[in-house]
């Protein structure tokens, strides 16, 4: 075939990921992640990340490759997160790249993380349109972006001035006891509950706000007030209402936004990648507004939302195919790699 064989390693936050793909074909998504160990910390901790990286990387290289029933010497380039993500947590993967593509003698290709979380899509639904909107929101990020090229130009439109919203709803199941990571099992709550049950405020929806950024902290603070009057009387806190309001007021302002800069920029593609595009409201909101605004909506399926290693490599396919100028031996993981 002609198109290209790329093998792809992420390591920027708590999952090892290695993805192998032909093109937009997805052949291989070997994931091995430390979320567990995190998870009696409520939140992940850089140091663990690094050494679970560490342990996991051959061995799941070496079940990508089984996966996808390939042999390393028929690869056309290895693709790694340069960043943004933890830096002791990049520095795994960009080395084990880095090792592994010069003793294959093959061309390495360091990408973004966030062009990654947008390229992924093509995964599932084919080649994505040039320019593609993209909301991309997870535990570490919540951004708006304009992809006009994939491999070379990702505007970011805006982006949260606080809090991402996974940390929101991490946030928010710990307050209410609901364990970490928070988002599925607020979104599971929430079904039960009624949005309008408790009016939460939209944060940067007033007027003279920054159109596209978003801020999260305002609404965390108003939530955990709220169920502290409540605890402080001695009522009980109706859990579903409150996840389905908090929640609410969440994917309302990020679909709101998202459309807007849709329209405003004259793009009729949206795309919603990262860990809480697995939310269900945010999915059917985002499908509503979309169809009355006349904008087509693309959400990969959750196991690709979330950190993997097959979207890195769904970029590094499409630096191949664009003839793009491989990384030198010099590559290094940088934390804050803007877009
Ligand atoms: O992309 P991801 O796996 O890792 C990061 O880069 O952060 O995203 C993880 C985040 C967590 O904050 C988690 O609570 C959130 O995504 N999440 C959800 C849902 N599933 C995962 N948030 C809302 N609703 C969900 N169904
Ligand atoms: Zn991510």
């Known amino acids: 075939a002609d198109e290209p064989l790329v093998l792809g390693i992420e390591t920027s936050c708590d999952e090892t990921g290695v993805g192998i793909v032909r093109g937009t074909t997805l052949l291989a998504d070997a994931i091995a992640s430390s979320v567990d160990e995190h998870a009696r910390f409520g939140g992940v901790v850089p140091e663990v990340a690094s050494r679970a990286h560490l342990e996991a990387m051959v061995p799941t290289i070496d079940r990508a490759l089984k996966e996808a029933g390939v042999s390393a010497k028929d690869l056309d380039g290895i693709a790694v997160t340069a960043g943004p993500g933890l830096a002791g947590a990049l520095l795994v993967g960009v080395s084990a790249a880095k090792a592994y593509a010069y003793a294959l003698g093959k061309p ?21 349109p040039e320019p593609t909107m993209a909301l991309l929101v997870s535990g570490g990020h919540s951004s708006l972006l304009l992809s006009s090229d994939i491999t070379s130009d990702v505007r970011p439109m805006g982006s949260t001035i606080d809090d991402a919203a996974g940390e929101a709803f991490d946030k928010i199941a710990r307050v209410l006891n609901l364990g970490f990571p928070g988002g599925p099992v607020i979104d599971r709550y929430a079904r039960e509950g009624d949005p309008r049950a408790i009016a939460f405020p939209r944060g940067l929806t007033g007027p003279r706000d920054a159109a596209y950024d978003f801020s999260f902290s305002g609404l965390k603070t108003a939530v955990a007030r709220w169920i502290e009057a409540k605890r402080a009387v001695g009522e009980e806190v109706p859990v ?11 994917v309302d302002v990020l679909t709101r936004k998202a459309v807007r800069a849709c329209k405003d920029e004259g793009v009729d593609h949206l795309m919603i990648g990262g860990g809480v595009a697995a939310n269900s409201r945010l999915r059917a909101l985002a499908l509503e507004r979309c169809e009355a605004a006349g904008i087509r909506l693309r959400v990969p399926r ?11 490599a769904a970029l590094g396919a499409e630096m191949v195919s664009r003839n793009r100028t491989a990384s030198s031996w010099d590559l290094s993981a940088d934390s804050s790699l803007p877009v």
Do not use: W
Not at 108 to 128: F, K, M, R, T
Not at 240 to 250: G, H, I, L, T, W
């Open 302 to 312: 959750p196991k690709l939302c979330t950190d993997n290693g097959a979207m890195v």
């Open 240 to 250: 579903r209402d409150v996840a389905a309001s908090f929640q609410e007021a969440v």
């Open 108 to 128: 390495l290709y360091g990408v973004n993380h966030l062009a990654s979380h947008i390229c992924v899509d093509q995964l599932e639904h084919g080649p994505l």
